[in-house]
């Protein structure tokens, strides 16, 4: 291991265990920290409050099939039951049920009074005179008894969960209108850098356009964050200073980017020490080495390194477990890391967990295999648009050859959808 590279570093792993351990969630002030919304426009938020089901799912005993209500004791060999009414889904049979004779009944309507079974009309023989069962009938079947699914006071969905596709329709179900989630994370943005040009404005000399703040607003929408975005922060102090006091008194969260590598002629570093209480890590991580979070007056505050490829990797890695951990989304879970062979060499020095940017498919064999995107320099935005995936290579790891084997991580939704 290269020491003189790699000392004063710190991990991924304990930089996330102090990031998680020195803050608070906004959940844990839930009275001030809770709206009740409406379930047509909770998707993406969380669950603030435990779902209990107000019904029981099925609300009554209902027909699984299209076919005939019998009572079991009607049934004797070969016997033809005429039929003595009719039930659809939505309307309950009303009405006498004569012994020795069945009703017909369809798929969700409600089971007579009485009745022991279904039997599907698959089973049947309809005569002039009635019905005619073909098949042996057991107690209960086809029938779909109340509360099978959900019992009525049972926890649905619990706190800390975020609502999307694969609860809503469920929450819909029990008729419940709105739901208890907790606000939406404030969080203020801004970029650092005299060099730094707005899009869609034309460069001048040594100026190069803001990637950084336009990437980090993608990724906190996508969070489902609220985002106040106060633009481009030249490098002068008060205007700094000024910046991070603003940003402070709006935000849960204050993100910048730039100025926070070490040893620098900058003014970030001196103005935070001012403003709130910062620590400046070097992590043992590639690309996006330099890093700095704490707590200003009011809010937390994230650092991001200034160039674009390890600023978006940081924010990944860090600020999203992090924003998960303050907006008490608890049921988040860090992506999964995957066992992949790859088909290209990657280069690799030791002493830092890599973060490569690989291509993943399945091939011919149905084996995962991952390939390079290419150059891996912090500074190749490409890279993530052509890869579908982090190829996570270890810290004490050298070069690796064709053929080794790898771990990867796909890229989420924050990076790309499907
Ligand atoms: P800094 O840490 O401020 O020295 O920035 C490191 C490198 O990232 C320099 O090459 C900067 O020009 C570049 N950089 C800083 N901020 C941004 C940004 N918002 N968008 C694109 N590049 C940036
Ligand atoms: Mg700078």
């Not at 089971?111 to 022991?116: F, K, L, R, T």
């Not at 980090?216 to 008060?238: A, F, N, S, Y």
């Not at 890391?337 to 967990?353: C, H, I, Q, Y």
Request: hydrophobic share 40%; glycine share 8%; with cysteine.
């Amino acid at each position: 291991m290269d020491h003189c590279h790699t000392s004063g570093l710190i991990s991924l792993e304990q930089a996330l265990e102090k990031l998680l351990a020195q803050t608070v969630p906004l959940t844990a002030i839930p009275l001030v920290t809770t709206e009740t919304i409406n379930l047509t426009e909770s998707t993406g938020r969380i669950t603030a409050t435990d779902i209990i089901s107000p019904i029981n799912v099925p609300p009554f005993d209902n027909s699984a099939m299209d076919g005939y209500a019998v009572r079991l004791a009607d049934l004797n060999e070969n016997q033809i039951l005429p039929v003595a009414g009719k039930v659809l889904a939505g309307v309950p049979f009303q009405g006498e049920w004569p012994t020795g004779s069945c009703i017909r009944i369809m798929t969700g309507a409600p089971i007579p009074s009485g009745a022991d079974a279904v039997v599907m009309q698959e089973q049947t023989e309809v005569t002039e005179t009635g019905v005619c069962f073909t098949h042996p009938v057991k107690q209960g079947q086809n029938i779909r008894t109340i509360g099978e699914d959900i019992t009525q006071n049972a926890v649905v969905l619990p706190q800390g969960i975020k609502l999307s596709t694969a609860q809503l329709p469920l929450v819909a179900s029990l008729g419940i209108a709105t739901v208890d989630v907790v606000r939406k994370l404030k969080v203020a943005i801004f970029s650092t850098g005299d060099e730094l040009q707005a899009i869609g404005e034309p460069l001048q000399a040594g100026q190069i356009y803001d990637t950084n703040r336009f990437a980090v607003r993608i990724m906190l929408e996508k969070l489902d964050c609220e985002v106040i975005d106060l633009g481009v922060i030249r490098d002068d102090p008060d205007t700094l200073r000024q910046a991070f006091i603003e940003a402070d008194k709006q935000a849960d969260l204050v993100i910048s980017s730039g100025g926070v590598s070490v040893g620098e002629a900058d003014y970030t570093k001196q103005i935070l020490d001012e403003v709130g209480k910062i620590s400046f890590w070097k992590l043992a991580i590639k690309p996006g080495k330099p890093f700095a979070f704490g707590k200003l007056e009011n809010a937390w505050f994230c650092g991001l390194p200034g160039n674009p490829v390890s600023a978006v990797l940081t924010f990944y890695q860090l600020v999203q477990p992090l924003i998960a951990h303050l907006s008490g989304f608890t049921a988040w879970r860090p992506p999964m890391r995957l066992t992949a062979k790859t088909t290209t060499p990657l280069k690799k020095s030791p002493g830092r967990l890599d973060f490569q940017r690989g291509i993943a498919a399945i091939n011919k064999n149905g084996e995962l295999e991952v390939q390079t995107t290419g150059h891996q320099g912090s500074h190749i935005f490409s890279s993530y648009s052509l890869g579908n995936c982090f190829i996570v290579l270890e810290r004490e790891r050298g070069h690796i050859a064709a053929g080794e084997t790898v771990q990867i991580e796909f890229f989420n939704h924050l990076l790309k959808n499907q």
